[in-house]
């Protein structure tokens, strides 16, 4: 009995002792300090497609059109200010609720890298450079990008790109040198 005791102690003590010179061997020692390349591997990211960003937008659209509700219009009715400025077919209300609209995508984004519908479908925006995203690239996204989009009315179509690009980017994406991701820091 106590021979295969004493034959089990033999077996788990070189296991033991293989686990031991495993990490010595991991961890080696030198008298004077070697310095490696050190290669940083670059975050991976999971580029955020058409559909997701098609129901962010569309929950966007309800967030600014219920703060155009809330804001704006009453502002309108108080002030009877719509029929003294309107520009052509365009109503002082219209032009309020584009600055509303572009204010809130600039800043919504500036800020916080996403708008409420980007938070609820867990998307952020982020510069192709992976740094803070700056006015000027805001401006060129939300701005001219948006612009393009809006005045010319076939220029809906070019957001279906956002489907066949690799890096699933928008013409407003391409002009801003933004990208459109998972945010996975949750």
């Not at 975050?43 to 309800?62: K, S």
Request: aromatic residues 16%; proline residues 3%; glycine residues 6%.
């Amino acid at each position: 009995m106590s021979e295969g005791l004493e034959q089990r102690k033999r077996i788990v003590n070189s296991r033991l002792r293989k686990r031991v010179k495993r990490t010595e061997m991991a961890k080696p020692v030198h008298p004077l300090p070697i310095q490696e390349e050190v290669t940083v591997a670059s975050p991976t990211f999971y580029y955020a497609g058409f559909w997701m960003r098609l129901w962010a937008f569309l929950l966007d659209l309800i967030t600014v059109f219920s703060i155009n509700l809330l804001l704006v219009s009453p502002f309108i009715r108080l002030t009877n200010i719509d029929g003294l400025l309107s520009l052509g077919p365009y109503s002082f209300e219209t032009f309020l609720g584009a600055v509303v609209f572009f204010f809130y995508f600039a800043i919504m984004t500036k800020l916080y890298g996403q708008t409420i519908g980007k938070m609820v479908m867990g998307l952020k925006v982020i510069s192709t450079n992976d740094e803070h995203l700056k006015w000027s690239q805001i401006v060129f996204r939300e701005g001219v990008g948006r612009l393009l989009h809006q005045v010319f009315f076939l220029f809906y179509v070019i957001y279906v790109m956002v489907a066949f690009t690799e890096k699933k980017q928008g013409l407003h994406d391409i002009i801003a040198d933004t990208f459109v991701i998972y945010d996975r820091s949750e």
